[in-house]
């Protein structure tokens, strides 16, 4: 991955506290598994900031190396990967999300 | 693209001790379900544990496979 690519990923990761990298935008998610996620960040009533990766291929292919993760959506919390689809899902419903997001 | 054979073929190769389920969601072999139980996830995260999997498919994860429903469990 280039360095102003990497660079750039890490100036993303920090904008805000939570980022979340999908498919779209919050107001129209292109996929559903992004989908479940914005509703699921709703529902936990936090502020947070959506990338669509659709309109960035640079970021689209540089983040899934920096995280090593070969799918979108991608939340991350802090600065660190908490997951994708089924990870933050299954935090939602056992309720370690809402700590993790505190 | 991939058949849920070819996948399930990959899976089991990778986690030997392991229960491997894989179903195609849409009929259209690129939205899939899989679900994999082993010994081999003990002592990892989640998201390590997703990982494997991810790398067990391997070129089918990153070309083929344009969703994964994943289910991780350690036996």
Known sequence: MADEVRARIEELIHASKVVLFMKGTRQFPACGFSNTVVQILKKEGVPFETFNIL??????????EYS?????????????????????????????LTGVLK | MPSTDAMKALLASAFPDG????????GTQDHFQATVVTRAFQGKT????????????????????????????VE
């Open chain 2, 19 to 26: 229960h491997v389920e894989v179903s195609d969601l849409t």
């Open chain 1, 55 to 64: 309109a960035d291929s640079d970021v689209r292919q540089g983040l899934k």
């Open chain 2, 46 to 73: 989640r998201i390590e544990q997703h990982r494997m999997v991810y790398a067990a498919l391997g070129e089918l994860m990153v070309r083929d496979i344009h969703a994964l429903a994943l289910t991780t469990r």
């Open chain 1, 68 to 96: 090593s993760w070969p799918t979108y959506p991608q939340l991350y919390v802090g600065g660190k990967f908490v997951g994708g689809c089924d990870i933050v899902t299954e935090m939602h419903e056992n309720g370690e």
